[in-house]
């Protein structure tokens, strides 16, 4: 327990790290970024609040049900901007709304708040990755990125961290109910410690992002 416990902390550097440099960085960023790190602000808040319940043996749960919803308007802000020359910013921002309906109902009529909401992680997850993948497709385009080749840069980046880190988690995402209640405490532990690998990857591919953005 001690162990997991150690590597919960150690996974969170990361994420104190580049939400405190989002933040020192903030009035130089351009449009896109500044949005970001709004996600990061809010991420970075919840992941504290949730830490210091873990230290205190509570309950923290009903902190991932408000991060999904919390996390992924702010990624859906962010992806409706990025995405704008390239699909209709509408389109992103009305599957923002209506996965904020399903979290909703899947908080208060099938898993609830004190348990692992394993239905909206899974369906965020599959969305993400669309988004990012579209991105991608965005990237390979010369006449989207012609005159924003830094700030595609450092997109690129971002986009990157965000689908590495869906993508390998969308089993645990699946079976996060099951992992939980019927996984061996050691079985459990390597999970999580997966799980953890692919935050920090996640997280230092953000900081990369925020470091190469356009220097103006």
Known sequence: MRISMLISVLSHIPIYATTGYSLFLYKRLPKEL???????????????LSLILALQSINNMPLLHLYVALGFSFLCWFYA??????????IVLVSGLLFLLFTLVNSIFFQD????????LTIESILIIILSLSTFMLFLNNA???????LSTSLNWINS??????????????????????FSQSLNLYTWVFHSFFSVVM????????WKRPKT
């Open 113 to 120: 708040i004190f348990t692992f909401n394993s239905n909206a």
């Open 161 to 182: 961290g965000l689908f590495i880190y869906y993508v390998s988690n969308l089993l645990i995402y699946y079976f996060g109910s099951v992992i939980t209640r019927s």
């Open 203 to 210: 997280y230092l591919c953000f900081f990369i992002g925020l």
């Open 144 to 150: 989207m990125t012609e005159g924003r080749r830094e």
């Open 34 to 48: 500044k949005i970001f790190s709004w996600f990061l602000l809010v991420t970075g808040l919840i992941q504290l």
């Open 81 to 90: 901007t990025v995405l704008r020359q390239f699909i209709d910013r509408r």
